[in-house]
């Protein structure tokens, strides 16, 4: 723990005494505040129920991204897609968007999804500019890419209203 500083000094100013203290200013670790790293994205809360997690993301002013895959529990790529998504480095994003892991075999609402957002290929992340009347995708990534690009498509879906997307070289 860092020790704080005082500094006492006696000024003369037309012959009466002045008395200055000067305090070193107290660290936030000093006051006991610490800073909490953000929590990694969350796609498990609302797995297999995109209806919800878009209606939450509605009620929290939020972004929704969708990771859209087939089998997702034994299927290599949707795995490592979902290790990527929730990696601390992308952390910052969880308090922007609200995430969910979706199959639509096993989501209604995920299958109904995937047809009006064109779902062809797994995995595939859709970001959502949530509204209460239409799908504004602002984001998409078609396949398996590394954090830093996922940072990038993620960083602009938040900026520019353009559809930002990554697909992986067939």
């Known amino acids: 723990m860092a020790t704080r500083t005082t500094k006492l000094a006696c000024l003369c100013l037309v012959g009466l005494p002045i008395f200055v203290m000067s305090v ?3 660290s936030a670790e000093e006051k006991g505040i610490t800073a909490q790293p953000p929590k990694p994205m969350d796609l498990t809360t609302y ?8 209606t939450q993301a509605l009620a929290d002013g939020k972004y ?5 895959s ?10 490592t897609m979902h290790q990527r998504l929730e990696d601390p480095e992308l952390a910052i994003y969880s308090a922007y968007f609200v995430a969910a892991l979706v199959d639509e ?6 299958e109904k999804l995937a047809k009006a ?3 062809q290929r797994y995995p595939t992340v859709i970001v959502l500019k949530t509204h209460m009347d ?12 590394n954090t830093d690009d996922i940072d990038s498509v993620l ?3 938040l900026m520019d209203p353009n559809v930002k997307e990554k697909r992986e070289e067939s």
């Open 47 to 54: 797995e297999n129920r995109a209806f919800d997690a878009y």
């Open 70 to 79: 087939k089998h997702h529990h034994v299927n290599g790529f949707a795995k």
């Open 117 to 119: 957002l064109d779902i």
């Open 134 to 145: 239409k799908l504004h995708v602002v984001g998409r990534i078609e396949g398996v890419f």
């Open 64 to 68: 929704t991204l969708l990771l859209f």
């Open 24 to 26: 070193a200013p107290v």
């Open 105 to 110: 075999a096993r989501d209604e609402g995920g």
């Open 155 to 157: 960083r602009e879906s």
